[in-house]
DNA sequence: TTTTTAGTTGTTATAATATAACACTATGTA
DNA sequence: TACATAGTGTTATATTATAACAACTAAAAA
């Protein structure tokens, strides 16, 4: 298996949470995931925002922090959770991940004026997607 | 009063909420906010929030979003709360507001891929503090 | 095989963060 | 004056997130 994409095997209520995230164009919140998987068992809010921990661990999904929200990660070159841009939409909150070499570069290797470098960084940007610019 | 160069007069309660929080060296909660001022006549979460929220439009004072904290600005070009960025230690959770020219240029003329700029952006690094890589 | 271990689960209760709704007050300005 | 805009005080409630504890499970060590 390619180290580079290590397997994380789910468990049961990671893959139930997992794939919700994944089906859904838009950042999900946690109570609205909990609303969404009652009928597959999973009753508690604790049990979804452990399942949310452990997938923001392992990279699989981003929370949106401005947003409290969680989308799916569909960036290949960001497996653990170190390293994230978004765009936000500020009239419809469409969140898009942004992928750009340029950007990760530049921020990877950004040094404060004391010299200090930073293992994680997390970018939101705000603005108009195009759909709500031509409104 | 001439509007032109109207200076954001703050209300009494914003102006014992930004106080506080000015003097503070690290982000403050908006609950432990409340605590503080209660002495002073402000008694409901509500009226924090207001003045809070506020304090940000104006960009008096920054939300850490990912801390829900809130800081003072201690960065003259930011006027409006458009361009932020902090390092947040993950040990002893010190915030600092980075203020690097090149960082502001660079990600204010950021475009994505699809040739979008965005109006306003957060980032936050995350990692060690100097005080804490040397412990 | 048994035991150990780390991790996950299910559950109840509760903490922490934030907003809705409404009546009222202050201030600037037409 | 009257109007508009913004802020205030209040109660209630919504939303987001964690504490604590007992039990279960899978994988690895003995």
Same mark, same amino acid.
């Given at each position: ?8 095997n789910l468990t049961k209520n990671q893959k139930i949470i ?14 609205? @995931? ?23 661990? @392992? &990279? ?41 070499? &340029? ?11 004391? &010299? ?11 603005g108009l997607c195009k759909k709500c610019t031509l409104k």
């Amino acid at each position: 298996m390619n180290k580079m994409h290590k397997e994380h095997n789910l468990t049961k209520n990671q893959k139930i949470i997992f794939d919700l995230i994944d089906k859904s164009p838009q950042p999900l919140k946690a109570y609205s @995931i909990l609303y969404n998987v009652q009928k597959k068992g999973i009753k508690a809010p604790l049990q979804v925002y452990r399942a949310l921990d452990k997938l923001v661990e @392992i &990279g699989k999904i981003h929370k949106i922090e401005s947003r409290n929200a969680f989308i799916a990660c569909h960036n290949s070159s960001c497996q653990v959770a170190k390293a994230t841009a978004f765009s936000i939409c500020e009239i419809c909150e469409k969140v898009t991940e942004i992928s750009s070499t &340029g950007l990760s570069k530049y921020l990877a290797n950004f040094k404060d004026k004391d &010299g200090m470098k930073y293992s994680k960084y997390n970018l939101e940007f705000f603005g108009l997607c195009k759909k709500c610019t031509l409104k």
